[in-house]
């Protein structure tokens, strides 16, 4: 009897940022409720769906090379996500032995893709509006102490190098109540950090509730009563409101930890980019004042069409005075269907390298004076995994997961993936802390 695509067993390749992860994990939970069996081993399935990431030039190639291997190796490839959203119609002449297209507000009909894969079905909207398939339970790629929580999807800036509202539609919220309701039942499912994104997390619930809403809504996750940490990423910098930093503040379950990318310090740089022009000096007083001990994360661009010299010595001292604890420095990249691509005085690839190659110096020194003073101090963590050798990796509240540093730390033969333990920081390096090893 001739084996049915039903009966098989569906792989799925993932790139692309944390909210990617989530759409896959919501693909995969589509295709389980469906009756479908799943694996993270394309070797183990013939179909393959690869979610693909088209942020940047290089996420891209990183893309490309991914669906190549397995249209080579002979596999049916679902091409999904935000490469085929943003070449809708070239993807089908650059790949025409795909096996299906699906586009970034489409994913929840990738059960209907998978039923007619020999007919090579293409969803993909022209203009994409996010809805989060509510009753679905996510199938996680990755099982450990925290899990990834989209609050919402979209954007409605319209920042000079960036594609996403292209990509990913107009700003979606969800409900305050499916938030919560799916918040519990990952901690239920052992989860001990939740960590909220969204392409602004501090926009959140405007669409559907008239005003901001992110306040209320940390309120209501720090009720659950397993939940150890709440952690936000992705805020905008006129979204800090009082409001919200002193209802950060004063939830005990709410790491103090603000991711703020900033982008530039230059009013030019920030007008070109088409970015909030306001006092971040100020700013970054404000959340020192409210939550003394919050550690800040933030991002910059080096290299933007013209970003002159002053501007780019306005950046390095305003990045020499804040001290943020965590940085990350990136080079502009020229992409198409950007404000900024058409923009003149593009700067050479030589002083983009240079100038980040300077700022992420003038961080790492920082970085290790900060880390160096943690020394004989205690701090909190929650254990990631513990490796044969008994030592355990985790995480302080200063370290977001994938793009902070992390802590070593000597077994106890107590601690277990997702505690949330007290140790004393014994030494450190520019981005790692140590205690006891």
């Given at each position: 009897m001739k084996e049915t695509n039903k009966m098989k067993k569906i792989a799925l390749v993932n790139h692309g940022c944390a909210k990617n992860l989530v759409d896959s994990e919501l693909m995969l939970g589509i295709l389980a409720k469906n009756g479908y069996k799943i694996t993270l081993d394309e070797r183990e399935s013939d179909i393959v769906i690869v979610n693909t990431c088209s942020f940047i030039h290089d996420a891209e190639k990183e893309s490309v090379a991914s669906i190549l291997n397995l249209i080579n190796e002979g596999k049916k490839v679902i091409i999904a996500g935000c490469l085929i959203q943003k070449y809708r119609d070239e993807m089908k002449k650059l790949f025409p032995e795909a096996a299906g297209f699906v586009g970034t507000?489409?994913?929840?009909?990738?059960?209907?893709?998978?039923?007619?894969?020999?007919?090579?079905?293409?969803?993909?909207?022209?203009?994409?509006?996010?809805?989060?398939?509510?009753?679905?339970?996510?199938?996680?790629?990755?099982?450990?102490?925290?899990?990834?929580?989209?609050?919402?999807?979209?954007?409605?800036?319209?920042?000079?190098?960036?594609?996403?509202?292209?990509?990913?539609?107009?700003y979606t919220s969800r409900p305050i109540e499916k938030i919560v309701e799916e918040a519990k039942h990952l901690v239920k499912k052992g989860v001990s950090e939740i960590v909220l994104i969204a392409q602004d997390t501090t926009m959140y619930g405007v669409d559907i509730y008239g005003e901001p809403k992110l306040p209320e809504l940390i309120e209501e996750l720090n009720k659950i009563e397993d939940l150890?940490?709440?952690?936000?990423?992705?805020?905008?910098?006129?979204?800090?409101?009082?409001?919200?930093?002193?209802?950060?503040?004063?939830?005990?379950?709410?790491?103090?930890?603000?991711?703020?990318?900033?982008?530039?310090?230059?009013?030019?740089?920030?007008?070109?980019?088409?970015?909030?022009?306001?006092?971040?000096?100020?700013?970054?007083?404000?959340?020192?004042?409210?939550?003394?001990?919050?550690a800040i994360r933030t991002t910059f661009i080096?290299?933007?069409?013209?970003?002159?010299?002053?501007?780019?010595?306005?950046?390095?001292?305003?990045?020499?005075?804040?001290?943020?604890?965590?940085?990350?420095?990136?080079?502009?990249?020229?992409?198409?269907?950007?404000?900024?691509?058409?923009?003149?005085?593009?700067?050479?690839?030589?002083?983009?390298?240079?100038?980040?190659?300077?700022?992420?110096?003038?961080q790492q020194k920082i970085s290790l004076e900060i880390n160096s003073s943690l020394i004989g101090k205690e701090i909190e963590c929650i254990v990631e995994n513990i490796s044969d050798d008994g030592i355990i990796t985790g995480r302080t509240y200063k370290d977001a997961p994938e793009v902070d540093g992390v802590i070593f730390i000597k077994n106890d033969d107590t601690a277990m993936p997702g505690d949330v333990i007290k140790v004393k920081v014994t030494g450190c390096s520019a981005y790692d802390l140590y205690s006891g090893c």
């Open positions: 507000s489409d994913f929840n009909k990738i059960a209907e893709i998978i039923k007619q894969i020999d007919k090579t079905p293409y969803e993909v909207s022209s203009t994409p509006l996010y809805c989060y398939p509510e009753d679905v339970e996510r199938q996680q790629i990755t099982i450990g102490a925290s899990s990834y929580l989209k609050i919402a999807e979209g954007c409605n800036y319209s920042c000079g190098y960036c594609v996403i509202p292209k990509l990913r539609g107009k150890t940490w709440l952690r936000i990423m992705y805020t905008y910098p006129t979204g800090l409101t009082d409001k919200l930093l002193k209802t950060m503040a004063k939830c005990e379950k709410v790491v103090k930890y603000i991711d703020i990318p900033l982008q530039h310090k230059s009013k030019n740089v920030l007008k070109l980019m088409n970015r909030p022009i306001s006092d971040y000096t100020k700013l970054i007083g404000k959340i020192r004042k409210i939550m003394p001990s919050a080096v290299g933007y069409p013209g970003e002159t010299e002053e501007d780019f010595k306005e950046l390095y001292d305003f990045i020499e005075k804040s001290r943020f604890d965590r940085l990350g420095v990136f080079e502009y990249s020229r992409e198409k269907g950007t404000i900024s691509y058409s923009l003149p005085n593009q700067i050479r690839a030589k002083i983009k390298k240079q100038r980040r190659n300077t700022l992420m110096k003038l």
